[in-house]
């Protein structure tokens, strides 16, 4: 009982510190995909810019069946989830250090740390530990864990089944964790003498992963949405990334000396694994994103297999600190975890500046933009198709919230967060490029070019800047501070 009630106390505070947001970054792919679950008749026009990636998973159909099952909003089902997932997250945490530290200090140092860092970046990739909003990659997350405990205990009937599950919300993400368990699987005298031929083997499983996915020729819009990531190339990367990539070898490779030194023998064989685990990623990561000939291979990003070395990395770390720092004084405590508290939600309110911390299910929204698509939710045809700056998501007050996704209408291609769907599935690139073409110098847009886009894509409504001055003749029934909802023709 103990237990569970601080993990419920910690998932709150998790919350409360790192936040929480609907239909920003990767809901605009996943969440319409729900939404259409439940209501057939939404996005008419561009259910081809979200459906495929969302395809090859459950986790789209899990939600909305859960919303329909509890007779809940879909508001309020996706904050359970979210709750649910961070709790079984740090449960899995909790558990991994169970097996490291033997004081309940230094176990329960290593949750709070995570719960306190869950936004806490992976170097170059764009990943959380865990995201401040419902992603796929939050369950799959959960249940790694989970697999990675049974492999550490060696019950491994049990492992792929955990695996099997992760596997439905996140094929990508599930791959690199038996990558992770291989790793821990090696007896300690089998590693020097088969290290060579085993990562060249884990090399090759790597480059035969997109084998098992959609796998077609990219073409020239491919290669234009693919060039819109360099988190997927190493040589983009910024010197601070790299550093991302070495710190936490050195530093696991410190604490593997501090758990010998310490009769900590798991930690020490664990933090070594993940050191190796961390270097064949590197090496598969340069091998995939350097060379040009293998560019069609980049958005499969070996280096996201530094999500979960990030993260049991951020557990070790929490537990050393308990075990030799914090122990049992409340003062350490607090000046351990309020300053990292503190400059975590400062960093978030600084992210999302424009709207609440914590977007609750049925609040009224303050953000301006969010008021817009709440009016075109509720005033606009079901069948209504939109056209929208296609770099929207970046522009000041939106805060990377999407439209498709809050909005519930149809939407042309948009540059930023459309593109990452063209990477796994060039069929739709031309289609992308031509949409986010047709748009360009959108600021300097006037009625016969809002009227060239319904003739050529069959928009019939556009979502324009509050002071974008070329749309001072289209008749627009909705309008506030920052933007205006106006009809074509």
């Known amino acids: 009982m103990f237990t569970a009630a601080m993990l419920l106390v910690l998932t709150l505070a998790g919350v409360l510190i790192n936040g929480y947001h609907a239909g920003i970054e990767d809901q605009g792919i996943y969440l319409p995909a729900i939404k259409q679950h439940l209501q057939p008749a939404l996005y008419p026009h561009d259910s081809e810019m979200f459906l495929p990636q969302v395809r090859p998973t459950l986790f789209d159909e899990a939600v909305a069946f859960s919303s329909r099952g509890m007779h809940l909003s879909l508001e309020t089902t996706m904050l359970l989830w979210q709750l649910v997932c961070i709790y079984l997250v740090l449960w899995g945490c909790l558990r991994v250090a169970r097996r490291c530290f033997v004081a309940p200090e230094a176990q329960w140092a290593s949750v709070a740390l995570v719960a306190a860092l869950l936004t806490f970046g992976v170097t170059g990739t764009g990943l959380y530990l865990v995201d ?17 405990v049974d492999v550490l205990d060696r019950k491994l009937w049990r492992a792929p089944v955990w695996v099997a599950f992760a596997a439905l919300f996140h094929i990508q993400m599930a791959f690199y964790g038996v990558l992770l368990a291989i790793f821990f699987l090696f007896p300690e005298n089998w590693l020097p003498a088969k290290l060579r031929s085993t990562h060249t083997g884990m090399v090759g499983a790597l480059l035969a992963f997109p084998l098992f996915t959609l796998f077609q020729k990219g073409s020239d819009a491919w290669l234009e949405a693919a060039r819109t990531r360099s988190s997927h190339y190493l040589l983009r ?233 070329g749309a001072s003749d289209l008749v627009c029934p909705y309008a506030n501070q920052a933007v205006r909802v106006c009809r074509i023709p």
Request: net charge positive.
């Open 132 to 148: 401040e909003y419902l992603h796929p990659r939050a369950p799959t997350t959960a249940l790694l864990l989970l697999m990675l």
């Open 237 to 469: 990367w910024e010197w601070y990334e790299w550093l991302g990539i070495f710190g936490p070898m050195i530093l696991l490779w410190w604490y593997a000396r501090i758990g010998r030194r310490h009769n900590l023998d798991r930690l020490a064989f664990l933090a070594r694994r993940l050191v190796l685990f961390a270097i064949f990623i590197f090496i598969a990561a340069c091998i995939v994103t350097i060379p040009p000939a293998l560019e069609r291979l980049t958005p499969y990003q070996p280096m996201r297999g530094f999500h979960l070395v990030y993260l049991l990395f951020v557990a070790f770390s929490g537990g050393l600190l308990g075990q030799f720092v914090v122990r049992r004084s409340p003062v350490r405590w607090i000046m351990l975890l309020l300053p990292l508290s503190l400059a975590m939600f400062h960093a978030q309110r600084q992210l999302y500046s424009a709207g609440s911390h914590i977007e609750l299910p049925g609040a009224a929204p303050h953000n301006p933009w969010l008021q817009a698509y709440g009016w075109v939710r509720q005033n606009t045809p079901v069948d209504a198709y939109f056209a929208i700056d296609p770099d929207y998501m970046h522009l000041p007050l939106v805060d990377e919230h999407g439209f498709r996704a809050l909005a519930e209408r149809s939407v042309m291609a948009d540059y930023i967060k459309d593109s990452g769907v063209v990477l796994l599935f060039p069929a739709i690139a031309d289609r992308w490029r031509n949409e986010v073409h047709a748009r360009e110098n959108w600021k300097d847009f006037r009625r016969p070019d809002f009227e060239k886009l319904h003739r050529d894509f069959g928009v019939d409504w556009v979502l324009i800047s509050a002071s974008q001055p």
